[in-house]
Each structure stands twice: as C-alpha cells, then as structure tokens.
C-alpha cells in the first residue's frame, strides 16, 4: 500500500470525534442498521492486541430472558453500589442514569478469553492483563467507529461478572470486559454527562512527570 497521509481537514474533523465521542445512555429506540453496524463491529477486527491474540468474544444479547437477566444483575449492583454512598453524594448518584439498558436496540457483552492459544503466548507471559488491554483497546476503535456513524456506545460495568458469565452460558476462562448499550443518542453533548451533572470533572490537562 502506498503511503498514506492524512489531510488537515480529516485531522480536523478526528478531533471532534475525539471531543464527541461521549459515553451514551440515553437511546432513542429506533433501530440501527445491521450495515452500519457490522461496519462498526469491523473495528474489532483491525484493533492491536497482544501477540495478535485477538481474545475479544463478543455476544449479542437479543433475547428476552437474556436481556431482563442482565438487567437485574445491573440493578442488583447499582442498589449495592449505592447502598456504598452516604448523604448528597447518596442522593445524588441515586438520580445518575448508568445504563440504557432498557432502551438501547442492539446490546453486546465483551469477554477476553484469558486461555486462547492464538498468538502463541507471545507478550503475555509476564503480564498476562495485556490480553485484557487488547479487548479495551479494541473496545475503543469500536467506540469511535459508531460515532463517526453518529451512534452512540454506552459503557455498563456496574455488574457481577460472575453472574454474567453463568447467565449467558460462557467458557469460565472468558473473563467480563463489559456490557455495551448501542443506539442513536438522544442528544449530543461536547461535556461528559457525569461532569453535566456534577458528579467529577475531566481533568483540564494531562500531567505528564518527568524522570
Ligand atoms: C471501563 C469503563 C467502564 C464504565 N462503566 C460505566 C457504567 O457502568 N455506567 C456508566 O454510566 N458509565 C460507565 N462508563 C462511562 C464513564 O462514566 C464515562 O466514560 C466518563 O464519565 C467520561 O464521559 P465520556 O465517556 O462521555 O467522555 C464507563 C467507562 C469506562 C471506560
């Protein structure tokens, strides 16, 4: 392949994607479509991993029972998160919204299998975690991918991995990276919503320290 330079205008416009690419739960219900998303789902394949490991397993939970069993297992572990709150700060989570599991069209779990032979071992042998980082990282292209479609990817961890695994039927070697809420946002803000809200804000600059 020749060498391929990006333009100013691309630059340009990868940086508000950057800025846009906000953490969704608040869906519109109508329904995405499956070329879209399979577009979208492609950047799992072009993602780094570990020794090409390639340990992301995705799932798609369509049906019913799965998805009212996920729900409960997030709704157990909000109510036990908040029970871990007191005062304002109790009152206050307790009106974040932390999921759009109840709206969001397509719904996928994100495991690493922590046993896969792909990739020989290679770089992870020390730091076995680094499998792990390959799914995020992958999790990530994801992300950008489906903003740049205009959808939005919303993140839930707020969940018993153990629970999750046992409810859908999964190898115990695949290890929880997450649940992932996909959708058209309802709106779209350039500020996180936890900082809308004033739960924590995004650090003004990166600190970098020198050794
Ligand atoms: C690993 C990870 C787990 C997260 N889990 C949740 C979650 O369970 N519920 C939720 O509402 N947001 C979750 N988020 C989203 C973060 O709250 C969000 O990224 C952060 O507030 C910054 O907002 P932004 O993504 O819109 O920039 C998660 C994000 C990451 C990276």
């Known amino acids: ?3 391929q330079t990006f333009a100013d205008d691309f630059r340009t416009q990868f940086d ?13 219900t109508d329904p995405v479509d499956e ?12 993602a780094p991993s570990v ?6 397993r995705v799932i798609r939970v369509e049906s019913e ?3 009212a069993a996920a729900l409960k297992n997030f709704q157990t572990a909000n109510n036990d998160a908040l ?10 989570y307790s009106r974040l919204k932390l999921s759009g599991m109840q709206e969001a069209p397509v719904q996928l779990v994100v495991f690493c299998d922590e046993s896969t032979d792909k990739g020989m071992g290679l770089g992870a042998g020390t730091m076995p975690e680094m499998r792990r980082y390959s799914v ?11 903003r740049a479609e205009g959808l939005g990817l919303g993140w839930v961890s707020i969940l018993n991995p153990d629970q999750m695994t046992r409810d859908l039927n999964v190898p115990e070697d695949w290890r929880l990276i997450g649940y992932f809420c996909v959708g058209w946002p309802e709106r779209v803000a350039d500020t996180p919503e936890l900082e809308q809200v004033g739960w924590e804000n995004r650090a003004e600059r990166l600190a970098i320290e020198i050794r």
């Open 1 to 3: 392949m020749r060498d």
């Open 16 to 28: 508000l994607l950057l800025r846009l690419r906000r953490d969704v739960r608040r869906f519109r």
């Open 136 to 146: 995020v990282s992958a999790i990530t292209l994801f992300w950008l991918a489906l």
């Open 83 to 92: 029970a871990g709150y007191s005062g304002d700060k109790a009152q206050l």
């Open 51 to 56: 020794g090409l490991s390639e340990p992301w």
């Open 35 to 46: 070329a879209v998303l399979a577009r979208c789902l492609d950047a799992f394949r072009l």
């Open 65 to 67: 029972a799965a998805r």
